[in-house]
C-alpha cells in the first residue's frame, strides 16, 4: 500500500481528497502547510506528496525547494495541485501539475503514473 502525503490549506480539498485516495487503496495522511510536511515526512516518508501552492507559514515551492536540497526527501515524486503557476524551475521528471479546479480522474492519473515510474503500488 503506497502511502501519500497531502498538503492543502484548504481542509475541505484536502479531506474529500484524502477520502476518495483512501477509498483507493491508498494510505494517506494530510498536513496544512509546508513546514507541517516537512515534519511529517521526517516521521515517516511518503511515497508521494501532493501539495498545493499558495499556503501560509512555508508554500508549495518552499516546499519543494526544501524537499530537492535533502538527501532523505528528494526521491519522493510530487504533483502540485494549484490555482498557480508553478515556479518552472522546479519541473522534473518526477513532478505533475493538476491545475485547481481538477477532475478526480486527473489527480488519480497523475498519483497512479508516479507511482509506477517509481515501482511503487498501492
Given at each position: 500500500?503506497?502511502?501519500?502525503?497531502?498538503?492543502?490549506?484548504?481542509?475541505?480539498?484536502?479531506?474529500?481528497?484524502?477520502?476518495?485516495?483512501?477509498?483507493?487503496?491508498?494510505?494517506?495522511?494530510?498536513?496544512?502547510?509546508?513546514?507541517?510536511?516537512?515534519?511529517?515526512?521526517?516521521?515517516k516518508l511518503p511515497d508521494l506528496l501532493i501539495t498545493d501552492l499558495?499556503?501560509?507559514?512555508?508554500?508549495?515551492?518552499?516546499?519543494?525547494?526544501?524537499?530537492?536540497?535533502?538527501?532523505?526527501?528528494?526521491h519522493i515524486p510530487i504533483v502540485v495541485m494549484s490555482a498557480g503557476l508553478l515556479d518552472k524551475s522546479l519541473l522534473a521528471p518526477d513532478l505533475r501539475f493538476v491545475p485547481k479546479p481538477f477532475e478526480i480522474e486527473q489527480m488519480l492519473e497523475a498519483v497512479t503514473r508516479l507511482l509506477r515510474e517509481r515501482g511503487s503500488t498501492r
Amino acid at each position: 500500500m503506497s502511502h501519500v502525503l497531502i498538503v492543502d490549506d484548504e481542509p475541505d480539498i484536502a479531506t474529500v481528497l484524502a477520502e476518495i485516495l483512501g477509498d483507493e487503496g491508498f494510505d494517506v495522511r494530510v498536513v496544512h502547510d509546508g513546514r507541517q510536511a516537512l515534519a511529517a515526512m521526517a516521521e515517516k516518508l511518503p511515497d508521494l506528496l501532493i501539495t498545493d501552492l499558495m499556503m501560509p507559514r512555508m508554500d508549495g515551492h518552499a516546499l519543494i525547494r526544501e524537499m530537492r536540497g535533502n538527501e532523505a526527501f528528494r526521491h519522493i515524486p510530487i504533483v502540485v495541485m494549484s490555482a498557480g503557476l508553478l515556479d518552472k524551475s522546479l519541473l522534473a521528471p518526477d513532478l505533475r501539475f493538476v491545475p485547481k479546479p481538477f477532475e478526480i480522474e486527473q489527480m488519480l492519473e497523475a498519483v497512479t503514473r508516479l507511482l509506477r515510474e517509481r515501482g511503487s503500488t498501492r
